[in-house]
């Protein structure tokens, strides 16, 4: 499985590298259509998490999994041989509609197959996936420089081909028991101790309401997460948990050429740093926040290192070249180290938030915060934050290290309710009459 994930990223490191060259210098369309191409993309792709997840609690994730994969190649397939804008316009975001699902499917296939130790198996997913988009960025690379209408149509060729093979690598990939369609199944055949178990993840924790289908009621239907209010909560305040991506993609480089006199060479150092960072430092920061509650500290981490990047970008306005670079280079450092507690944190809590018998469709919905922020957090940065100059980084750091505060809060308290011991049940008249 993991090979098949550093195939796919280094296909998707490809397009990532060439598709904006690729609609500009072969299709020759203007900056406004890219836009709106890449908009529609995203937009699109805030869908592909949920949908993803609905699927696979009533399917197996394998076959989900290799659709993804294989959607992926034929929409690549008709970009090689389609031209006209509006045709490009749906393909281009079913393209990331897949994209998007394949990335909840792996989540979810990773959770069953990694059980307890998800922890570490997300460690080694992410610094494969790293490896990935760097093996992928240096092929494109390899191919841009020759600036041919050949080389890019091969770059895109070599991009569906990296889905071709992450579907047969996957199919000769063992699917365990799925927890979605048949733990439902289960469920409903042992009854009411069945449900308790797995409704109790379902209530809203900060509040103490009784999720859907609780015991209760006797109902035996799987619980949506449309309908839990703690957990959309988890997923509304996971949005700015994953800014840090933004951030190390657009903020930065902005910054560095709008308000600062670092030379613009730096700009890809950034990359390079965070790719070696996360490569080698992963698996530590994994092992450091290994259980629930860990992951839920993690966040309050997270928080302080966004605000102490944040003040060091805006100390970087106004200085000298040699001091400008040094302090972007740390503030790529400290956005590194943001995104390895976040991959933790988001992960861990995801999971271990959502009830069980209905993991499936709660981890769908959880993969929108990472799509909303893609679509948002790019706006975010360029209309506000680097709009608003020095006093846009405190604003955004500050905001960031509150949400992660109030976040690690709910989270706990909803494990405390979801992780918590059931209460001894009281005696029956009859067995108190017998004692």
């Known amino acids: 499985m993991l090979f098949a994930l550093l195939v796919d990223r280094a296909g998707t490191g490809m397009w990532a590298a060439s598709s904006v060259l690729y609609f500009t210098f072969v299709l020759g369309l203007d900056a406004g259509r890219i836009g709106l191409l890449l908009g529609a993309a995203a937009v699109a792709g805030i869908a592909g998490s949920p949908l993803a997840g609905h699927l696979a609690g009533r399917f197996p994730v394998r076959p989900l999994l290799i659709g993804s994969h294989l959607l992926r190649l034929g929409t690549l397939g008709a970009l090689l041989v389609v031209t006209r804008f509006d045709v490009l316009l749906p393909l281009v975001a079913v393209t990331c509609l897949g994209d998007r699902a394949a990335k909840a499917l792996e989540m979810l296939f990773a959770t069953r197959v990694a059980g307890e130790r998800r922890g570490t198996y997300q460690a080694l997913a992410r610094s494969t996936a790293n490896a990935g988009y760097a093996v992928g960025a240096g092929m494109a690379a390899a191919g841009l420089a020759l600036g041919t209408t050949e080389a890019y149509r091969a770059l895109i060729l070599a991009n569906g081909l990296s889905f071709l093979a992450a579907a047969a690598l996957v199919w000769r990939t063992r699917e365990p028991r799925a927890e979605g369609r048949v733990a439902a199944r289960d469920a409903g055949a042992t009854g009411g101790a069945g449900d308790a178990s797995g409704d109790a993840a379902t209530g809203d924790a900060a509040t103490g309401d009784a999720g859907p289908g609780s015991a209760a009621t006797g109902r035996t239907r799987a619980p949506s997460p449309w309908r839990d209010r703690g957990y959309l909560r988890f997923v509304l305040l996971d949005i700015p948990m994953n800014l840090d991506d933004s951030v190390l993609a ?58 102490v990047c944040c003040v060091l970008l805006a100390l970087s306005s106004g200085t000298g070249p040699v001091a400008a670079s040094a302090v972007l280079l740390g503030a790529a450092v400290l956005v590194t180290g943001a995104e390895l507690l976040r991959s ?56 960031i290290a509150a949400l992660s505060v109030v976040q690690r809060r709910c989270a706990v308290r909803r494990l405390d309710s979801v992780l918590a011991p059931p209460a001894p049940a009281a005696p029956s008249p009859s067995a108190a009459y017998a004692g």
């Open 250 to 307: 657009v903020g930065l480089p902005l910054w560095l050429v709008v308000h600062t006199d670092a030379p613009h060479a730096l700009v890809p150092a950034f990359l390079v740093v965070n790719t070696v960072l996360v490569v080698a430092l992963q698996l530590r920061v994994s092992a450091r926040f290994e259980t629930s509650r860990q992951a839920a500290a993690a966040v309050s981490v997270y928080g302080l290192t966004m605000l």
């Open 344 to 399: 933790v944190s988001s992960w861990e809590l995801a999971v271990s938030l959502a009830p069980e018998r209905a993991r499936a469709s709660y981890l769908g919905v959880a993969g929108m915060a990472q799509s909303v922020q893609k679509s948002a957090g790019p706006l975010l940065l360029t209309a506000v934050v680097t709009a608003g100059g020095p006093a846009g980084w405190l604003a955004l750091g500050a905001g």
